[in-house]
T-cell receptor, first 111, second 112 residues
Framework: KQEVTQIPAALSVPEGENLVLNCSFT??????LQWFRQDPGKGLTSLLL?????REQTSGRLNASLDKSSGRSTLYIAASQPGDSATYLC??????????FGAGTTVTVRA | DGGITQSPKYLFRKEGQNVTLSCEQN?????MYWYRQDPGQGLRLIYY???????QKGDIAEGYSVSREKKESFPLTVTSAQKNPTAFYLC???????????FGQGTRLTVV
């Protein structure tokens, strides 16, 4: 069974600081890894998708890396803004279509 | 507009009653998923389906049932056997190939 861990569970930073969010997983036989953002009481919004054969993906201020050999992915958010405050979740899809989530990291960016 | 629609947004159920949550997608996705989220926690997989007329149990399937008679629809029934059904329920689908997943806006179920 795929186990997904996100550390830290919560993070508070001043505006302008870079954010580093970590995701680790136990089974490297993945199809893809996806990072999501969730605002309170809402559904999930996709941020970045990394295929199993890729090492990283970038979109604007966001960059995500994938290292299957060590079972890790990192989401970097540059120059954080108060609007970045949310919970960030990583999800691993296996070759059996099963999509497993970590518990998330709740980020607060202080103005 | 393409997307995933969950209804209703809020649902109240009396103890001992079954209730069905709706999930419809017009994205032509093959795979669909149901998750449960409790306050301050991540998403736990209830059921998922790769194709029509086929579905698999996730990590917490007890007390739930699903059907997949149409590609567009994946309804979830919360039965009276589910001991603690009050939670936020999220439905997702993923596109073929890349496997990019999209989520609905969720249904908040409360047992009264």
């Amino acid at each position: 069974k795929q186990e997904v861990t996100q550390i830290p569970a919560a993070l508070s930073v001043p505006e302008g600081e870079n954010l580093v969010l970590n995701c680790s997983f136990t089974d490297s036989a993945i199809y893809n890894l996806q990072w999501f953002r969730q605002d309170p009481g809402k559904g999930l919004t996709s941020l970045l998708l990394i295929q199993s054969s890729q090492r990283e993906q970038t979109s604007g201020r966001l960059n995500a890396s994938l290292d299957k050999s060590s079972g890790r992915s990192t989401l970097y958010i540059a120059a954080s803004q108060p609007g970045d405050s949310a919970t960030y979740l990583c999800a691993l899809r296996g070759n059996d279509y099963k999509l497993s989530f970590g518990a998330g990291t709740t980020v607060t960016v202080r103005a | 507009d393409g997307g995933i629609t969950q209804s209703p947004k809020y649902l109240f159920r009396k103890e001992g009653q079954n209730v069905t949550l709706s999930c419809e997608q017009n994205l032509n996705h093959d795979a669909m998923y149901w998750y449960r989220q409790d306050p301050g926690q991540g998403l736990r997989l209830i059921y998922y389906s790769q194709i029509v007329n086929d579905f698999q149990k996730g990590d917490i399937a007890e007390g739930y049932s699903v059907s997949r008679e149409k590609k567009e629809s994946f309804p979830l029934t919360v039965t009276s056997a589910q001991k603690n059904p009050t939670a936020f329920y999220l439905c997702a689908s993923s596109m073929p190939g890349r496997g990019l997943a999209f989520f609905g806006q969720g249904t908040r179920l409360t047992v009264v």
